[in-house]
Protein backbone atom coordinates (compact mmCIF):
# COMPACT_ATOMS: atom_id res chain seq x y z
CA UNK A 1 0.00 0.00 0.00
CA UNK A 2 1.39 3.42 -0.79
CA UNK A 3 2.38 5.65 2.28
CA UNK A 4 -0.02 8.57 0.51
CA UNK A 5 -3.20 7.72 -2.13
CA UNK A 6 -5.09 9.83 -4.89
CA UNK A 7 -7.09 9.41 -7.11
CA UNK A 8 -4.77 10.67 -10.20
CA UNK A 9 -7.87 12.08 -12.28
CA UNK A 10 -7.82 13.72 -14.36
CA UNK A 11 -11.23 15.90 -13.40
CA UNK A 12 -12.19 18.20 -15.86
CA UNK A 13 -14.67 20.48 -14.47
CA UNK A 14 -16.13 23.63 -16.45
CA UNK A 15 -15.04 26.74 -14.76
CA UNK A 16 -17.32 27.97 -11.88
CA UNK A 17 -17.69 24.21 -10.87
CA UNK A 18 -17.10 23.16 -7.26
CA UNK A 19 -14.37 19.88 -7.13
CA UNK A 20 -13.07 18.21 -4.45
CA UNK A 21 -10.17 15.67 -4.05
CA UNK A 22 -9.32 13.06 -1.46
CA UNK A 23 -6.40 11.61 -0.09
CA UNK A 24 -5.68 9.04 2.48
CA UNK A 25 -2.54 8.37 4.12
CA UNK A 26 -1.13 4.68 6.05
CA UNK A 27 1.27 6.32 8.61
CA UNK A 28 -0.66 7.36 11.41
CA UNK A 29 1.83 8.52 13.40
CA UNK A 30 1.99 11.51 10.67
CA UNK A 31 1.78 14.89 12.15
CA UNK A 32 1.57 17.55 9.31
CA UNK A 33 -0.19 17.77 6.56
CA UNK A 34 -0.83 19.65 3.08
CA UNK A 35 -1.84 20.19 -0.01
CA UNK A 36 0.73 21.55 -2.53
CA UNK A 37 0.15 22.46 -6.43
CA UNK A 38 2.57 21.48 -8.88
CA UNK A 39 1.89 22.99 -12.94
CA UNK A 40 3.61 20.78 -15.97
CA UNK A 41 7.46 20.74 -15.28
CA UNK A 42 7.75 22.74 -12.42
CA UNK A 43 8.37 22.66 -9.09
CA UNK A 44 5.44 22.33 -6.27
CA UNK A 45 4.09 24.85 -4.11
CA UNK A 46 2.46 25.01 -1.42
CA UNK A 47 -1.55 25.67 -1.39
CA UNK A 48 -2.20 25.34 2.26
CA UNK A 49 -1.88 23.33 4.92
CA UNK A 50 -4.16 21.28 6.44
CA UNK A 51 -5.19 21.30 10.21
CA UNK A 52 -7.43 19.23 12.46
CA UNK A 53 -10.25 21.74 12.67
CA UNK A 54 -10.40 22.68 9.09
CA UNK A 55 -9.14 25.69 7.34
CA UNK A 56 -10.35 27.83 4.62
CA UNK A 57 -8.28 29.86 2.41
CA UNK A 58 -10.52 32.05 -0.09
CA UNK A 59 -11.61 29.64 -2.04
CA UNK A 60 -9.86 26.36 -1.12
CA UNK A 61 -11.38 24.47 2.12
CA UNK A 62 -9.12 21.70 3.62
CA UNK A 63 -10.17 18.88 6.15
CA UNK A 64 -8.22 16.31 7.98
CA UNK A 65 -10.04 13.36 9.76
CA UNK A 66 -6.88 11.32 12.21
CA UNK A 67 -9.10 9.04 12.52
CA UNK A 68 -9.77 7.93 9.56
CA UNK A 69 -6.37 9.05 7.97
CA UNK A 70 -8.35 10.53 5.39
CA UNK A 71 -7.58 14.38 3.81
CA UNK A 72 -9.87 16.35 1.36
CA UNK A 73 -9.16 19.52 -0.46
CA UNK A 74 -12.66 21.28 -2.16
CA UNK A 75 -12.56 23.95 -4.61
CA UNK A 76 -15.38 26.35 -5.20
CA UNK A 77 -15.92 28.12 -8.17
CA UNK A 78 -12.83 27.16 -10.12
CA UNK A 79 -10.85 29.12 -12.67
CA UNK A 80 -9.24 28.63 -15.47
CA UNK A 81 -5.67 28.98 -13.46
CA UNK A 82 -6.68 26.36 -10.93
CA UNK A 83 -5.52 23.56 -13.79
CA UNK A 84 -3.00 21.88 -12.16
CA UNK A 85 -1.38 18.75 -10.27
CA UNK A 86 -2.59 18.71 -6.56
CA UNK A 87 -0.14 16.84 -4.27
CA UNK A 88 -1.20 15.62 -1.03
CA UNK A 89 1.73 15.72 1.19
CA UNK A 90 1.81 14.09 4.86
CA UNK A 91 5.13 14.64 7.32
CA UNK A 92 6.67 11.56 8.85
CA UNK A 93 9.16 11.58 11.42
CA UNK A 94 11.79 9.05 11.21
CA UNK A 95 14.04 7.38 13.53
CA UNK A 96 17.05 9.19 14.11
CA UNK A 97 14.62 12.34 14.45
CA UNK A 98 14.36 14.01 11.17
CA UNK A 99 11.36 14.85 9.28
CA UNK A 100 10.52 13.86 5.81
CA UNK A 101 7.62 15.11 3.12
CA UNK A 102 5.46 12.15 2.05
CA UNK A 103 3.99 13.16 -1.47
CA UNK A 104 1.08 11.18 -3.11
CA UNK A 105 1.22 11.12 -6.44
CA UNK A 106 -1.03 13.82 -7.17
CA UNK A 107 -4.67 14.31 -8.78
CA UNK A 108 -4.50 16.26 -12.04
CA UNK A 109 -7.67 18.74 -12.22
CA UNK A 110 -8.38 20.18 -15.70
CA UNK A 111 -10.50 23.62 -15.81
CA UNK A 112 -12.48 24.49 -19.55
CA UNK A 113 -14.47 27.11 -20.13
CA UNK B 1 11.33 36.09 -5.40
CA UNK B 2 12.85 32.52 -5.05
CA UNK B 3 14.36 31.60 -1.96
CA UNK B 4 16.23 28.25 -3.45
CA UNK B 5 17.85 28.58 -6.98
CA UNK B 6 18.51 25.13 -8.64
CA UNK B 7 20.84 24.69 -11.80
CA UNK B 8 20.45 23.77 -14.06
CA UNK B 9 17.02 23.79 -15.23
CA UNK B 10 17.35 21.22 -18.25
CA UNK B 11 20.52 19.55 -18.89
CA UNK B 12 21.03 16.78 -21.89
CA UNK B 13 23.96 14.13 -21.71
CA UNK B 14 25.43 11.36 -22.95
CA UNK B 15 25.08 7.89 -21.74
CA UNK B 16 28.06 7.25 -18.97
CA UNK B 17 28.81 10.87 -18.71
CA UNK B 18 28.09 12.59 -15.35
CA UNK B 19 26.32 15.82 -14.18
CA UNK B 20 26.21 17.80 -11.26
CA UNK B 21 22.78 19.58 -10.15
CA UNK B 22 23.53 22.80 -7.38
CA UNK B 23 20.99 23.84 -5.16
CA UNK B 24 21.70 26.95 -3.39
CA UNK B 25 19.55 28.56 -0.43
CA UNK B 26 19.53 32.28 -0.73
CA UNK B 27 18.23 34.08 1.93
CA UNK B 28 18.68 31.57 4.92
CA UNK B 29 20.90 29.03 5.94
CA UNK B 30 20.05 25.34 5.39
CA UNK B 31 22.02 22.68 7.49
CA UNK B 32 19.40 20.61 5.93
CA UNK B 33 18.68 20.24 1.97
CA UNK B 34 16.09 17.06 0.63
CA UNK B 35 16.82 15.44 -3.16
CA UNK B 36 13.74 14.19 -4.73
CA UNK B 37 13.34 12.61 -8.31
CA UNK B 38 9.82 13.05 -9.97
CA UNK B 39 9.24 10.45 -13.14
CA UNK B 40 6.07 10.85 -15.17
CA UNK B 41 2.85 11.41 -13.30
CA UNK B 42 4.37 9.63 -10.71
CA UNK B 43 4.91 11.38 -6.73
CA UNK B 44 8.10 12.98 -6.15
CA UNK B 45 10.43 10.95 -4.19
CA UNK B 46 12.73 11.22 -1.84
CA UNK B 47 16.33 10.18 -2.53
CA UNK B 48 18.30 11.35 -0.16
CA UNK B 49 18.97 13.93 3.06
CA UNK B 50 21.68 16.24 2.48
CA UNK B 51 23.76 17.21 5.53
CA UNK B 52 25.90 20.21 5.99
CA UNK B 53 29.35 18.76 7.22
CA UNK B 54 28.32 15.03 7.29
CA UNK B 55 27.38 12.54 5.00
CA UNK B 56 23.86 12.16 3.23
CA UNK B 57 21.44 9.90 4.31
CA UNK B 58 20.09 7.82 1.88
CA UNK B 59 16.78 6.78 1.53
CA UNK B 60 16.42 2.54 0.86
CA UNK B 61 17.19 1.25 -2.87
CA UNK B 62 19.07 4.74 -3.69
CA UNK B 63 22.44 4.01 -4.91
CA UNK B 64 25.03 6.27 -2.57
CA UNK B 65 27.94 5.39 -5.04
CA UNK B 66 25.84 6.75 -7.88
CA UNK B 67 24.03 10.04 -6.74
CA UNK B 68 27.01 11.55 -4.97
CA UNK B 69 25.52 14.20 -2.57
CA UNK B 70 27.97 16.80 -1.45
CA UNK B 71 27.14 19.66 0.99
CA UNK B 72 29.92 21.43 1.70
CA UNK B 73 28.33 24.79 2.83
CA UNK B 74 25.55 26.18 4.17
CA UNK B 75 23.60 27.61 1.50
CA UNK B 76 24.59 25.03 -1.37
CA UNK B 77 23.87 21.51 -2.07
CA UNK B 78 24.84 19.86 -5.27
CA UNK B 79 23.70 15.91 -6.37
CA UNK B 80 25.69 14.30 -8.93
CA UNK B 81 24.38 12.06 -11.42
CA UNK B 82 27.70 9.64 -11.98
CA UNK B 83 27.93 7.33 -15.22
CA UNK B 84 24.34 8.19 -16.42
CA UNK B 85 22.05 5.84 -17.84
CA UNK B 86 19.10 6.64 -19.96
CA UNK B 87 16.62 5.00 -16.59
CA UNK B 88 18.03 7.98 -14.69
CA UNK B 89 16.50 10.43 -16.80
CA UNK B 90 13.85 12.57 -14.21
CA UNK B 91 13.09 15.38 -12.78
CA UNK B 92 15.08 16.16 -9.99
CA UNK B 93 14.52 18.92 -7.65
CA UNK B 94 15.74 19.72 -4.38
CA UNK B 95 14.09 21.52 -1.30
CA UNK B 96 15.19 23.40 2.00
CA UNK B 97 12.57 23.07 4.87
CA UNK B 98 11.79 26.06 6.79
CA UNK B 99 11.87 24.70 10.48
CA UNK B 100 13.77 22.01 12.04
CA UNK B 101 10.42 20.14 11.78
CA UNK B 102 10.41 20.46 7.67
CA UNK B 103 6.45 20.95 8.20
CA UNK B 104 7.07 22.61 4.71
CA UNK B 105 9.11 23.61 2.42
CA UNK B 106 10.25 25.48 -0.47
CA UNK B 107 11.44 24.10 -3.72
CA UNK B 108 13.97 24.36 -5.93
CA UNK B 109 13.09 25.39 -9.51
CA UNK B 110 13.90 21.58 -10.41
CA UNK B 111 16.56 19.96 -13.14
CA UNK B 112 15.19 18.33 -15.99
CA UNK B 113 17.49 15.51 -17.15
CA UNK B 114 17.85 13.44 -20.04
CA UNK B 115 20.50 10.82 -20.84
CA UNK B 116 20.83 9.53 -24.43
Known amino acids: RKEVEQDPGPFNVPEGATVAFNCTYSNSASQSFFWYRQDCRKEPKLLMSVYSSGNEDGRFTAQLNRASQYISLLIRDSKLSDSATYLC??????????????FGAGTRLAVHP | GAVVSQHPSRVICKSGTSVKIECRSL??????MFWYRQFPKQSLMLMAT?????????EQGVEKDKFLINHASLTLSTLTVTSAHPEDSSFYIC????????????FGQGTRLTVV
Open chain 2, 95 to 106: SVPTSRKNTEAF
Open chain 2, 50 to 58: SNEGSKATY
Open chain 1, 89 to 102: VVNQILSGGYNKLI
Open chain 2, 27 to 32: DFQATT
